[in-house]
């Protein structure tokens, strides 16, 4: 049954830190992994797809890399700023549904 | 821009009433999925469809049914809606024919139902 973990489950950094958010998966059959950001009280905003056959996505300062052999997905976020702040989630997609991490709370302080 | 839009941001109804939530998506897409999100156990899935009249249980399908009438719309029902019931409720949908050609999930902006 597949897993997904996101540690840590909270992070603060000051701002214009560079970090990197985890997630880790215990089945490597996956059919791609995506990369959320959520408000408190909202939904889900899509921020990174990647694709099974792929290593990595970027979308501005956002960078999201995939190794399925080792079950791990990182997003790298540059310059972080304090409209960062929100809870990431990653999903991975696998032959019956996708799997959600319980997220990682993220504070950037101004 | 893509959209996916759920009838209501606030609800609050009574034990035992029987409760319709409402998502729409104007994105042609074929998949469509209900999840419910609850504090430290984050989002699990009620029930999902991949075409109009399909459905498909997801983890937790007891005391929901759902309803694919046309493409773009698919409604989550709760026959008599109990406390636990209690939540914040996500529509999501997706496209691609099957799992190897899905893309993007994007969700509604919730529903946070509760059952007084």
């Known amino acids: 049954k597949q897993e997904v973990t996101q540690i840590p489950a909270a992070l603060s950094v000051p701002e214009g830190e560079n970090l990197v958010l985890n997630c880790s998966f215990t089945?490597?059959?996956?059919?791609?992994l995506q990369w959320f950001r959520q408000d408190p009280g909202k939904g889900l905003t899509s921020l990174l797809l990647?694709?099974?056959?792929?290593r990595e996505q970027t979308s501005g300062r956002l960078n999201a890399s995939l190794d399925k052999s080792s079950g791990r997905s990182t997003l790298y976020i540059a310059a972080s700023q304090p409209g960062d702040s929100a809870t990431y989630l990653c999903?991975?997609?696998?032959?019956?549904?996708?799997?959600f991490g319980t997220g990682t709370r993220l504070k950037v302080l101004a | 821009d893509v959209k996916v839009t759920q009838s209501s941001r606030y609800l609050v109804k009574r034990t035992g009433e029987k409760v319709f939530l409402e998502c729409v998506q104007d994105?042609?897409?074929?998949?469509m999925f209900w999840y419910r999100q609850d504090p430290g156990l984050g989002l699990r899935l009620i029930y999902f469809s991949y075409d109009v009249k399909m459905k498909e249980k997801g983890d937790i399908p007891e005391g929901y049914s759902v309803s694919r009438e046309k493409k773009e719309r698919f409604s989550l029902i709760l026959e008599s809606a109990s406390t636990n019931q209690t939540s914040m409720y996500l529509c999501?949908?997706?496209?691609?024919?099957?799992?190897?050609?899905?893309?993007?999930?994007?969700f509604g902006p919730g529903t946070r139902l509760t059952v007084l």
């Open positions: 089945d490597s059959a996956i059919y791609n």
């Open positions: 999501a949908s997706t496209s691609g024919g099957d799992r190897s050609s899905y893309n993007e999930q994007f």
């Open positions: 994105m042609d897409h074929e998949n």
């Open positions: 990647i694709q099974s056959s792929q």
């Open positions: 999903a991975a997609l696998g032959t019956y549904k996708y799997i």
